[in-house]
Structures are given as C-alpha cells and as structure tokens.
C-alpha cells in the first residue's frame, strides 16, 4: 500500500491561516466522570443512615398531582392556605438536599434519608433541589413526596429558594 503523501508547506500554511482564532468546542453530551467534594456535614448524615427510607416510595403509585401551574400539593387534611404560604415564602427551608446529578435510586435514597432526619430533628420546612436537566427528578419527587407520610404539602420554590429548579416542603413534625 502507498503512503498518502504529507501536506506541503503551503498547504499546512493555508489550514493554519483557515482556524486561526477557532475556538475548541466543549463537549456536552458525555457527562464527565462526577469530582468528589466535600459535603456539608448534614448531608453526609443522610448518607449513612439512608439505607432503608426510601421503602415509602414506589414508582408505580401515581397521586393526582395537578398537570397545571406550578407543582403542589396538599394531604387532604392540610389546609389549602398552607399551600399559598409555601408559594409566597412565608416558610423558610431550614435545610436543603441538592440531588443534581443522582440516579433515580440515590435520589429516592437521599430523600428518605433527608425526610426522616426532618422528623427526627424537629424540621418543619425543606427545600428539594432536583434541577430541570431531563426533567426525571423534577417528575419523579412530587410524585414520591406525596406518598410520604411526614410530607403535609409542597409547592415549587420561590425563586430565592431555587425557582422552578426545587421544591418546598411542609413536614410534620412530632410535637416533643
């Protein structure tokens, strides 16, 4: 077999000329390999005592979640008032879980992990930050927040707490 013949001088000259000032692409559809960082100490917790929380949920139960609007929801015993106080801002999220980039299955995890601490340490308010990405998460949370019993309402964020990005939660808390 024959070589094919190298570029000329002139040739390589006249590419040079042609990118000069191109710009290298970054790539977007291959999500490179997740940096561990170090996490705030409250969500290390939920880490190691997530192992059995998130057998609340199941991903063939659908609540009637309306399709309309902003994401909300309210246990029928839960005044609707308590929805449009979670809509204005009126409760603030004393903690928050940030699930960008988890798998349906850690996330399901976390967020068992993250209610049952809310419960356990007198939490009432929490913000669920699932991002837009793909819209998974942003589906699947609503949906497996209703079915917890400790969850009273949600409604999507405010956009100080995260927007269309995030949940806030009203937890009922056991009174001591």
């Not at 040739?11 to 170090?38: C, H, W, Y």
């Not at 993250?114 to 991002?131: D, I, N, P, R, Y």
């Not at 400790?150 to 927007?163: I, L, N």
Request: hydrophobic share 35%; glycine share 6%.
């Amino acid at each position: 077999m024959s070589k094919k013949p190298s570029m000329t001088e002139e040739e390589l000259a006249l590419f040079r000329d042609a990118v000069k000032g191109a710009k290298k692409l970054e790539q977007d559809t291959i999500n490179p390999p997740q940096r561990q960082m170090s996490k705030p100490r409250k969500q290390r917790q939920f880490e190691r005592q997530s192992s059995d929380h998130a057998f609340y949920f199941s991903d063939q139960f659908e609540p009637l979640l309306t399709e309309s609007g902003p994401m909300h929801y309210a246990r029928q015993d839960v005044s609707k008032y308590e929805v449009k106080r979670l809509r204005r801002g009126v409760y603030v999220p004393d903690i928050y879980l940030d699930l960008h980039g988890m798998t349906q299955t850690e996330a399901k995890r976390e967020l068992g992990a993250m209610l049952a601490e809310c419960v356990k340490e007198g939490t009432g308010c929490a913000s669920v930050m699932h991002g837009i990405g793909k819209g998974i998460l942003k589906e699947k949370i609503p949906l497996w927040l209703a079915q917890h019993p400790s969850v009273m309402a949600f409604h999507q964020a405010p956009r100080e707490f995260g927007g269309d990005a995030a949940l806030l939660v009203l937890i009922e808390v056991p009174e001591r």
